[in-house]
């Protein structure tokens, strides 16, 4: 049906990229999902396999040369893209890399995944979300605002760094018709939760973990006509542990 909506999500094999791909299914989406990670067929939506682009955003050249097939796949339209795909690399034994013992080449990697691409795909897909009017949602951390005891210094940075650029693309998409925010969620029940989260979850006024569709649905309002004059903002999405 040619009134279908498309999606282009990153980060979509697991967490809170997969309970997007729910949500918006659900919703009648066409979903194109982004990962590093081959199609896998356990996974439960529909067409899920061609509309799979495996792309490595850890290079730039290779997240550039996808642009051109995200384009092929989606015929001029695409009314929403979330740039969720994220790393947080530790170190030996699962410890957080700090400032001091981070090696430069970690930061680049991590601020290739986390920060450029984001920047690399929004632009290169210009067009076809000025087309459709669409919504660009980037997904932040609340590490982004304050260190955070499992999440090193360049996921930290590379987070704090994605909301300062959802403002700059808020002010540039803009007059194209196109809104940029991002969504920042606390402590989310996903694999990438690190041992001893349970002590931050006993201080979290809500005294619970986040789930992942609780996530997805913040996304889905900030790509549906709901959300329809907010831009530039970020969504705390953490039962008010920012407070």
């Known amino acids: 049906m040619s009134d279908q909506k498309t999606l282009v999500l990153t980060g979509a094999s697991r967490g809170i990229g997969h309970a997007t791909v729910k949500r918006f299914s659900a919703e009648g989406w066409r979903v194109l999902t982004c990962s590093r990670q081959p199609f896998d067929p356990r996974c439960p939506w529909p067409g899920g396999e061609a509309n799979h682009i495996e792309i490595d955003l850890a290079d730039p050249n290779k997240t550039i040369a996808a642009i051109e097939t995200i384009k092929d796949k989606v015929g001029g339209k695409i009314h929403a893209l979330v740039n969720n795909a994220g790393i947080s690399p530790k170190g030996a034994g699962g410890a957080r890399l700090n400032t001091l013992d981070t090696d430069l080449r970690t930061w680049g990697h991590v601020f290739h995944v986390n920060f450029f691409a984001s920047v690399i795909l929004a632009r ?9 009017k669409g919504s660009i949602v980037n997904v932040t951390s609340i590490a982004g605002s304050r260190v955070h005891p499992f999440a090193g210094a360049a996921y930290a940075t590379s987070k704090a760094a994605l909301a300062a650029l959802t403002r700059e693309m808020a002010h540039d998409f803009g007059p194209l018709g196109v809104r940029v925010n991002a969504i920042a969620p606390g402590e989310v029940e996903t694999a ?17 973990l986040g789930q992942p569709k609780e996530v997805a649905d913040v996304i889905w309002f900030l790509c549906s006509d709901q959300s329809s004059y907010i831009s530039g903002a970020e969504i705390e999405v953490n039962g008010a542990q920012h407070v």
Do not use: F, H, N, Y
């Not at 290169?124 to 459709?132: I, M, W």
């Open 124 to 132: 290169g897909l210009k067009d076809e979300l000025t087309a459709a």
């Open 192 to 208: 990438i939760l690190s041992p001893g989260t349970d002590k931050i979850v006993e201080k979290l006024p809500m005294q619970r």
